[in-house]
């Protein structure tokens, strides 16, 4: 039997390799790159094609394919969303994902995606709150504390200079552990009892819980003027963590409406509701905070540009740090009309 072809095999990042990657090159600064990559995407964001993800839904949860492409090179996720796995010792959301040459059509990357998930949300989360938080805040409420929440918290340390993050959840032992993972770091960490006493003197408010429901994770006279709130838990249909009232008293930013009206905080509102698109800010086309006094929401769903944008961050890693394999994938015999005759001789 012959080897295959160079063309047979594709760069494929391991969980294992994933982890080594990230370590070398440093968590913040994989967070910090990471928003440089995907803010260039954002501003490119005509040269994407653009569609809702593909949702399977169940009563326990979401399957969902993220595709995009900006003409060279393709992308897609494949990620899960599961509240309930928590309890059979199971991730709530687990993803992984390729990147493809559009002249081809062959891969030119397969990854992990969990890790890269938790790293992306967190990098584009902070950098929507550099476009609309208050200027100089410093002060944090991170509200759910699993499997995101220190990604966050980095993420806002790294990109916003936020130097304290109070943390809330409803289950004590995520709170534990998230402060646990998060000394050695530089942040001050407070670990709070209720979700009030996490917002205390937060001027930026991250909810990040799972909950299959209409959740309120924070009602309408729990938020004062002035604050950025980054809701990143309500990213389904069905699945919501703020009170309208919020929505009604704030300037809301999305990511792609089309998206944002079916899985996030919005699908709340008239499907009419004005809201703001984050690129357009990030382009200098439309405002972003307008007052010290206005509450602006980033009501983050997780597009597949900013997976995109990961993916190809990876891709540019591989070179100088190899951390991948290379997976024998793509059927390619010599003679692209002898398929058929490969599999023979592979007897
Ligand atoms: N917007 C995005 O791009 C994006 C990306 C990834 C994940 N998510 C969403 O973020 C959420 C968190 O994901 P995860 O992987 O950290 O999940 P996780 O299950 O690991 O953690 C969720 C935490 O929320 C806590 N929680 C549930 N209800 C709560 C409540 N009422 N008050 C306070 N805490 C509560 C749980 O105890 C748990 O610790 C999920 O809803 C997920 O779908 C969004």
Not at 65 to 88: A, C, E, I, R
Not at 177 to 200: D, H, W
Not at 266 to 289: K, N, Y
Request: proline share 5%; net charge negative; with cysteine.
């Amino acid at each position: 039997m012959t080897a295959p072809s160079h063309h047979a095999y594709v760069p494929f990042v391991s969980v294992h390799n994933m982890m080594r990657l990230v370590l070398h090159v440093g968590i913040e600064r994989v967070l910090v790159d990471l928003a440089a990559e995907i803010a260039a995407d954002f501003l490119r964001w005509p040269a994407f094609d653009k569609t809702p993800r593909v949702a399977s839904h169940s009563d326990v949860g979401v399957i969902e394919l993220m595709p995009t492409s900006d003409g060279q090179t393709y992308g897609f996720k494949y990620v899960n969303g599961h509240p309930s796995n928590m309890k059979q010792g199971l991730q709530t959301v687990t993803a992984f994902g390729l990147l493809a040459d559009v002249a081809t059509g062959y891969p030119l990357l397969l990854s992990e995606m969990t890790i890269l998930t938790a790293l992306r949300t967190a990098a584009t989360s902070a950098m929507a709150a550099k476009w609309l938080a208050p200027a100089g805040a410093t002060t944090m409420a991170l509200i759910g504390n699993g499997a995101q929440a220190e990604f966050q918290a980095l993420a806002f340390k790294a990109i916003c200079g936020v130097a304290q993050v109070r943390l809330y959840d409803i289950d004590p032992a995520a709170t534990r552990k998230c402060a646990a993972n998060l000394r050695g770091y530089g942040l001050g960490v407070v670990s709070c009892a209720t979700a009030e006493e996490a917002l205390l003197g937060a001027q930026i408010i991250t909810t990040v819980t799972a909950d299959k429901q209409y959740a309120t994770i924070l009602t309408d006279n729990m938020v004062g003027p002035g604050v950025h709130i980054n809701g990143v838990g309500g990213d389904c249909p069905g699945k919501t963590e703020l009170h309208r009232d919020i929505l009604l008293r704030s300037a809301i930013f999305v990511e792609y409406p089309p998206q944002t009206r079916i899985e996030g905080e919005i699908q709340q509102l008239d499907a009419d509701h004005p809201v703001t698109e984050l690129w357009q800010v990030m382009a200098g086309q439309a405002p972003g905070r307008t007052d010290a006094r206005q509450i602006t929401l980033f009501d983050s769903v997780g597009f597949a540009i900013e997976d995109f944008s990961a993916l190809r961050y990876v891709l540019g890693k591989l070179r100088d740090t190899g951390f991948c394999e290379q997976l024998d994938m793509i059927a390619d015999p010599d003679d692209p009309r002898d398929l058929f005759g490969m599999l023979l001789r592979a007897a």
